[in-house]
């Protein structure tokens, strides 16, 4: 850890003199003439750039007189100029139909302009080290982001941004909130189309920018896909990896017509082996934009995006010495069998998911638009796993092929219902289905109060019903099980398709308005923002109401808000200055409501979670040294957590509030343009993430407050938060070997990641002991990338190498009873692995 310190510290003062000429001008729209922020200006074949202020001017170094500038901004054409031509007034037309209304829905922030924490990933970036990866690990060299493959199927991935787990991590697609409406999760699999379509990406940490009120207490990922271009073309791709990665993809525009239509599609297939055993997967993914220009007024513009696939799934972690015991080391996985010679998933995961939106942007004069996106959102899919008594091998335990480490033997299973006289199935697989219908609207309104003050203002309505059950889907030789879960229906027959254990749908309804008041003067900006919104849960219970099929609970709501706000103040054209604080009244989730899956019982006492959040943040700009450090604390009080007892058919249960944690860290990250064609990075993040109290003697009582049960006390003052490193450190280093020909190295650093733990769980006074702290790990990644003409057709190489070293680290731990690696269960991360892949453009 010394030496990253040193070489980051390295990377940060190093001074390289070389004979250059600096030139500086400006970069507006070529429609309304405003400022563009944070366009990018770089000299042509190598990695030397600058990126616009808030009054859309920038200087750069060049290595001549005669060099050539590449000026590009996201929604915009990309033009080439000469270093010695006049750049004071230089102007970028819009290049897509709808990306710029789009960017300002979903709360982009600003450099030097929004006070918030943020890291922009360009398309181009995506496009480049992507490969195989999932959307969360091209993000692992950002300040106080640690992300996982978790078990290491196919979009099994996840995020956590400043020690706060995808339940507080905001996504948007476009401006629309995609999280889950029950458990506020980001299943990445759902949205691998996203890879392909991403026109860009920020991450916003802390409470950011957002005016809707959404989950961002760790952060906010804030994707924008790609709209329809103005300009007729396309690509199609190829990409081949390890354990037989493939995948082939195409995009096609179709340009702006003369009547004002411009369509862009895209779609892909991807599949494989999966580096662990048993994760097989196949997925198709699309996206579609439809753009109409009806008027100078009016446009309206169709998206819809998807990924239908099915993957197999490492789902149970195993203690070290499992993985050290199996012959296949890491990629050791039990959760897979095998059936007639055939490669059989019992725990996977198959969904799909489209989003489809229809945004209309209507200016109403020059200082007045209004932009509403009407969405809905079909989910069908589950996870796989197994029904009935598996453990029929020696010592009551599952049956292996070729050893206890081999894959499951479901040849043996089969036999043993085909052996059944009755013909009932004694195992069985099932699938535990989640269905949703997603429905909602955003509307905004940007109003320009006058030449300093501007005023957003909308509405946020959603309505979401999830359709939760268990299904047979195979019988496994048998030909029916007997059930008694449907207190209406004892003794039901079930084949394949049925339904059992639980059926219920959860319903989720959210009405939401905000406002946000912006202020701009000189080098000052201001912003506040108050949003408000109700969540109302309900469930319609189908299986243990006697007597009525269908048992639906009234409404019950939870009136949140979130109010914040912030200002950058900008030194000069080299130093800046911001800071940000907010508070939130968030509603609990829907599992802290309706507590059993069986049961329309729900917690009447449901408490609303608190959040207070500040930061501060400093940033340097020059032309070849971007440089941003900033301290931040955030305390979350009365975390949901709930307890329960049932006492003559009834249950009761105990909202046990007063379980504090507070995350506090400082980040610091830089780019360095050393000379025109070598570019290094730096990332340092070092946080302090603790549970902060103890709570002693709360009861559960009956509705007449006799109490039920012993009393539940929890002893977690002072442990560390688990899950998420929280030491992260990255360097990187970008080198162009010749025009077009660019190599790139990243070595990202983990420490202090202790395993994750219910705090409520520590109910014994005398352990206070740390959870497990899986070892500090360095892991280097190296990439490619050449860009070159076959048969005039531009095209590009990509290459990527992952975990060069191979380096054997935990990824994901759970705390076992003894606190320590011999109980711990775990997910190894990947070995090395590799992509590599080809795009035409046309």
Not at 437 to 457: I, K, Y
Not at 796 to 821: K, L, P, Q, R
Request: charged fraction near 20%.
């Amino acid at each position: 850890m010394r030496k990253l310190l040193l070489c980051f510290s390295l990377v940060i003062g190093t001074l390289i003199t070389a004979a250059q000429t600096t030139v500086s001008g400006t970069i507006t729209d070529s429609e309304t003439g405003e400022a563009l922020i944070g366009a990018t200006v770089l000299e042509k074949g190598t990695n030397n750039g600058s990126i616009t202020d808030i009054t859309g001017s920038f200087s750069l170094s060049v290595s001549s007189g005669d060099a050539t500038l590449v000026v590009s901004y996201v929604g915009y054409e990309t033009i080439e100029v000469g270093a010695n031509s006049d750049l004071s007034s230089l102007t970028l037309q819009s290049g897509s139909i709808g990306l710029q209304e789009v960017m300002v829905i979903a709360s982009f922030g600003i450099d030097r302009k929004t006070p918030v924490a943020m890291a922009n990933v360009r398309a181009d970036v995506i496009e480049a080290k992507i490969g195989s990866q999932e959307f969360p690990e091209i993000l692992k060299s950002t300040p106080g982001v640690f992300a996982t493959k978790e078990g290491g199927g196919f979009g099994d991935g996840r995020i956590n941004i400043r020690g706060f787990n995808s339940e507080n991590v905001a996504v948007l697609i476009n401006g629309i909130p995609v999280n889950d409406m029950e458990n506020g999760r980001i299943f990445w699999s759902n949205w691998a189309g996203l890879t392909d379509a991403t026109s860009a990406m920020q991450v916003q940490r802390g409470l950011g920018a957002s005016k809707v009120a959404v989950p961002s207490i760790g952060g906010t990922i804030n994707i924008v896909s790609k709209a329809s271009d103005r300009q007729k073309g396309g690509y199609a791709q190829v990409n081949t990896g390890n354990d037989a990665y493939r995948k082939a993809g195409f995009q096609v525009s179709t340009g702006l017509t003369e009547n004002g239509w411009a369509v862009t599609l895209s779609a892909s297939k991807t599949e494989g082996d999966g580096y662990v055993d048993g994760t097989e997967f196949l997925g198709h993914s699309y996206f579609a934009n439809i753009a109409k220009q009806i008027n100078d007024s009016h446009e309206v513009t169709f998206t819809a995006v998807g990924a239908k696939q099915r993957h197999g799934q490492r789902q149970n972690q195993q203690t070290l010495a499992v993985f050290d015991a199996a012959p296949q080391g890491i990629k050791y996985n039990a959760d897979w069998g095998i059936r007639d010679g055939q490669v059989v998933n019992v725990e996977d995961n198959f969904y799909h998911k489209p989003q489809m939106s229809l945004n209309h942007y209507w200016t109403i004069s020059d200082g007045t638009e209004l932009s509403t996106a009407a969405y809905a959102s079909w989910g069908t899919g589950g996870g796989g796993g197994t029904g009935g008594n598996w453990q029929i091998g020696p010592n009551n335990t599952i049956p292996k092929k070729g050893g206890p480490y081999g894959p499951t033997d479901i040849d043996l299973l089969v036999e043993t219902n085909v052996a059944n006289p009755s013909g009932e199935s004694l195992a069985w697989q099932r699938a535990s289905r989640n269905d949703h219908n997603w429905f909602g609207v955003l509307s905004t309104l940007n109003h320009e109060l006058s030449s300093n003050l501007t005023l957003m203002a909308g509405l946020d309505l959603r309505r979401y019903v999830g359709k939760h059950f268990y299904e047979v889907t195979d019988l496994l030789g048998g030909e029916y099980i007997v059930n008694n879960d449907d207190v209406n229906n004892p003794n039901r027959v079930l084949t394949v398709g049925d339904k059992y254990n639980y059926n219920y749908d959860g319903q989720v309804g959210w009405q939401g308005a905000f406002g946000q008041v912006e202020y701009t003067s000189g080098d000052l900006s201001v912003f506040g923002t108050l949003s408000v919104s109700n969540t109302s849960y309900s469930q319609v219970e189908r299986f243990n109401t006697v007597g009525n099929s269908e048992d639906e609970t009234d409404k019950i709501n939870f009136l949140g808000f979130q109010v914040k706000g912030g200002a950058n103040y900008n030194l000069n054209s080299n130093h800046n200055v911001f800071a940000n604080v907010g508070f939130f009244s968030k509603a609990p989730f829907y599992r802290n409501v309706f507590l059993s899956r069986t049961s329309n019982n729900f917690n009447e006492e449901a408490e609303n979670e608190k959040i207070l959040s500040f930061e501060v943040g400093y940033g340097y700009r020059e032309s070849n040294l971007t440089l941003n450090v900033n301290a931040y604390r955030t305390q979350w009080k009365d975390r949901s957590f709930v307890r329960s007892q049932t006492q003559n058919n009834i249950q009761f249960f105990a909202n046990i509030l007063g379980v504090d944690a507070v995350h506090q860290g400082i980040e610091v990250d830089a780019v360095y343009d050393v000379y025109r064609n070598l570019k290094l990075t730096g990332m340092l993040s070092v946080q302090d993430n603790i549970w902060q109290n103890d709570i002693e003697n709360v009861f559960i009582e009956d509705e007449d407050g006799n109490q039920i049960g012993s009393a539940i006390s929890v002893y977690s003052d002072a442990l560390k938060v688990g899950d998420a490193a929280q030491t992260t450190a990255s360097l990187g280093i970008t080198y162009e070997l010749f025009d077009g020909f660019s190599l790139g190295a990243d070595y990202v650093y983990f420490n202090n990641l202790y395993a994750s733990f219910d705090p409520i769980g520590r109910t014994d006074e005398s352990d206070r002991n740390q959870a497990w702290k899986a070892p500090a790990v360095g892991i280097l990644d190296v990439n490619l990338t050449y860009h070159f003409d076959i048969a005039g057709l531009d095209s590009s190489i990509f290459g990527n190498v992952y975990n060069v070293g191979n380096v054997e680290y935990v990824a994901d731990a759970n705390d076992g009873g003894g606190h320590d690696a011999a109980s711990a269960q775990v997910f190894y991360a990947l070995g090395v692995n590799w992509n590599v892949g080809l795009k035409l453009r046309f």
